[in-house]
Nanobody, 119 residues
Framework: EVQLVESGEGSVEPGGSLRLSCVASGFRFSSSYMRWFRQAPGKGLEWVSSIRPDGTARYADSVEGRFTTSRDNAKNTLYLQMNSLQPEDTGEYFC?????????????RGQGTQVTVSS
């Protein structure tokens, strides 16, 4: 059974940083494409980033230059380093398993972890 468990929930002031983690199990993480999504209150799911097994990543324009996605295949863990956070980054963040690097589809996703950016 595929399991994805996010952690790193937090509340920060604008300009602050947070790092989210996602521990994966039940599938071959090291050869899988992974994504991060987020959902702001009252809004739909927004794609944030994607990463290949080799660590190559791509980002949504809204987070490019501020967020960094990485992975540790030995630990079956995906990360999202978020810097220069702004109130519009507030939302529930989800990691997801995908079958491709391009696009924004996913096959499984975690339960999410909350990020709040407020002064």
């Amino acid at each position: 059974e595929v399991q994805l468990v996010e952690s790193g929930e937090g509340s920060v002031e604008p300009g602050g940083s947070l790092r989210l983690s996602c521990v994966a199990s039940g599938f071959r993480f090291s050869s899988s494409y992974m994504r991060w999504f987020r959902q702001a209150p009252g809004k739909g799911l927004e794609w944030v980033s994607s990463i290949r097994p080799d660590g190559t990543a791509r980002y949504a324009d809204s987070v490019e230059g501020r967020f960094t996605t990485s992975r540790d295949n030995a630990k079956n863990t995906l990360y999202l380093q978020m810097n220069s956070l702004q109130p519009e980054d507030t939302g529930e963040y989800f990691c997801a398993k995908s079958n491709a690097f391009s696009g924004t589809t996913y096959t499984n996703r975690g339960q999410g972890t909350q990020v709040t950016v407020s002064s």
